[in-house]
């Protein structure tokens, strides 16, 4: 076991876990999570402490208020090495966005990398070591570990993976990406993007809009195979363009009529918006 005692970790808003084996073992067979070995942290343990070879993940991950499923998508844990967070520093909205987009996209043959991800939201901290991710224009206590095997991750989460905590996700730059960019300006293959983002972001947010709740989990069930599909690199350094602007997913014209609909408080719908234009 890891020390519960870390440099920097004493994050004093996270309490000792609630959760049991009778209630992991309980949502593990409702969601399908044959295989998959876990541990109940002890009394002084805490997110950033599992052992080693395991993650920390919350029940609510899993439940109906993100219906997130075992294995874990390549695209939670992608997402997560990017940003240079651990798992658990992501409330569950964050996942919730991810689940109705990566199911939204397999339905049209697209697999949403996580620079789709990326480009169709934005990473907001909420404080205390705990951040969310929106659509781009309250802390669980019932975690536990689980291992880092091909049952608990489509993508096993090797030593690189963060269960740290990091306070300056978001914020500015980690070591590792400011390395990252001085290798990408003597290689600039390295930055480059093989898969068509601001294509299958496009084609994704032209989709009919629905809401959380016509995400089902027999829609889920029915996309899985698709969402598993790996046709991207999960690998790959940040993009690093030399300023702060992100890649316009939507020309002028659309971006003036989004723009004025938010003016008036109105979400516009972006799959008619998209076709007309």
């Known amino acids: 076991m890891c020390s519960p005692v870390v440099e920097g970790q004493m994050w004093e808003n996270v309490e000792e876990t609630r959760s049991t084996p009778s209630s992991v073992k309980a949502f593990l067979r409702e969601c399908g999570g044959v295989g998959v070995t876990f541990l109940i942290p002890t009394r002084s343990h805490r997110p950033w402490s599992p052992p080693l070879g395991f993650q920390c993940v919350c029940e609510s991950y899993f439940q109906s208020e993100t219906k997130l499923w075992f294995p874990i998508p390549r695209l939670i844990t992608s997402y997560a090495r990017r940003r240079d967070a651990a798992m658990s520093q992501f409330l569950n909205g964050a996942f919730r966005i991810s689940v ?21 939201t934005y990473v907001k901290s909420m404080g205390d070591g705990l951040f969310s991710i929106q659509m781009r224009p309250n802390y669980n206590r019932f975690y536990f570990y689980v291992k880092s095997d091909g049952f608990a991750f489509e993508e096993q989460p090797g030593d690189s993976f963060r269960f740290l905590w990091n306070y300056k996700l978001g914020r500015e730059l980690s070591l590792a990406c400011r390395l990252l960019r ?51 690199r999960s690998d ?6 030399g300023n702060k602007r992100r ?10 009529v989004i723009n004025a609909a938010r003016e008036m408080k ?12």
């Open 100 to 120: 109705a987009l990566m199911v939204t996209a397999a339905e049209i043959d697209i697999s949403m990398s996580v620079r789709t991800l990326e480009d169709l």
């Open 182 to 232: 001085l290798i990408a300006s003597d290689h600039p293959d390295l930055a480059s993007y093989p898969e068509e983002f601001i294509t299958n972001a496009r084609a994704v947010v032209s989709r009919v809009q629905v809401s959380w709740k016509d995400i089902t989990v027999k829609r889920i069930r029915r996309a899985i195979d698709r969402v598993s599909k790996r046709d991207w």
């Open 236 to 241: 790959l350094p940040p993009l690093i363009t």
């Open 247 to 256: 890649f316009s997913i939507f020309n002028r014209a659309e971006q003036k």
């Open 266 to 277: 109105e979400f516009p719908d972006l799959s008619a918006l998209i076709k007309k234009n």
